[in-house]
């Protein structure tokens, strides 16, 4: 058994880690006062600006083809390089990207809507979830019906993250009621936000906000179906199964770089005429979040591994999942801890990520969804104990 990085991740990785170094994380400074001040910490042409740089290094789709510029990376390189993203809490991600099932797209669709998207010049977001159906998405309720040669599309779409930005939603909707989402009866369509959607902000405890996305009899061309009919709830687990493995990789860099703080702290505040860190009450906190982080590490490694395999990912991605967003917040929470009231103020990031990562025990999959796959998947006997070693 070979826990060793090759040559190439390593390089990769290290690369990563270079740029976002010199490039990224000086701007950290200048987005808390930002934000402190109720604005966006990094505008979408600085964005766009540090993507393009970062092209000319060599960093440009990690996922995606190289037929489509990018670099087509190995989930397992990928995960490292969402580590190193997780490790400045500037909103930065590399360029040339598209969401994973616009490559399902038809070629006239990959000119309209993906070759942009990777390029940066359109924005997309996706929506399933509705303010009736979150962790149960079979039972959306979002319709598309039939009208000649397009489809009429009525209902809301709630939490969508980048809804407000937004220059096309794809948007998952039923259009066989009696076949329901999961049996065919869903459909995912390619809405330009022109054809007459609006979005509306929603205000959560993070930075930014998803938006509320509603369709009031918006009229879509039937050409603007991705995939097949039918398939729309295929495509959406298969959009969410991504992430499952991509968050958790964040936050082991958000782990790692917030305990790093902890650390440095516990060694120079003193109370009581000697450091912190002296006291087996902060050193425990801080054993155990490094032990967790290992843990985690590894565990989203190789739900990462799994997939670079060709093996099913869903039941290692779960628990990479469940394991990454817990282990993210236990460890941020007592990060915060160990700094006392200064872990509480907005001069520091602690309390930034504490309201950050506590998204990722919710969106694609509450831990609560990833339980019952990962227990599921044991009672019906989908899986062994023991997984690929068994
Ligand atoms: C900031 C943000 C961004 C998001 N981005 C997107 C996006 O881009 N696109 C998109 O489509 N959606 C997005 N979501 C939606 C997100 O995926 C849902 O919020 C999530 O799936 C949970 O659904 P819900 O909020 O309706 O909670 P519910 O499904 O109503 O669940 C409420 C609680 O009950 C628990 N629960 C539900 N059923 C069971 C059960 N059977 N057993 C045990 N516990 C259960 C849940 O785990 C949860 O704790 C986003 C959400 C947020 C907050």
Redesign the pocket.
Known sequence: MDFALSDTERAIRDTARDFITREVMPLEQELLRRERAHRPGLEPDELRELQLKARAFGFWGLATPEAYGGMDLPAVTQSLIWTELGRSYVPFRFGGEADNILFRANEEQQREFLIPTIEGERRS?????????????ANIRFSARRDGDDWVLNGE???????NEADFAIV?AVTDREKGARNGGATAFLVDRAMGWRSEF?Q?M?EG??AALVFDDVRVPHRNILGEPGQGFAL?MEW?GKGRYTIPSHAVGIAERALRMAIDYATTRQTFGRPIGDNQAIQWMIADSETELEAARWLILRAAWTVDQGMDPRHASSMAKLYGAGMVNRVVDRVLQIHGGMGYTRELPVERWYRQVR?YR????????Q??IIARDLLRGYTRLGGHLA
Not at 157 to 163: A, D, S
Request: charge should be negative; aromatic fraction near 8%.
């Open positions: 977001c996706f929506a399933i979830t509705e303010p009736g159906a979150g962790s149960d998405a779409k709630t939490f969508i993250t980048g809804g998952i929603i959560t993070g906000g998803p959406a969410i998204l919710i969106f694609e999959g509450t831990d609560e969804m339980r019952l």
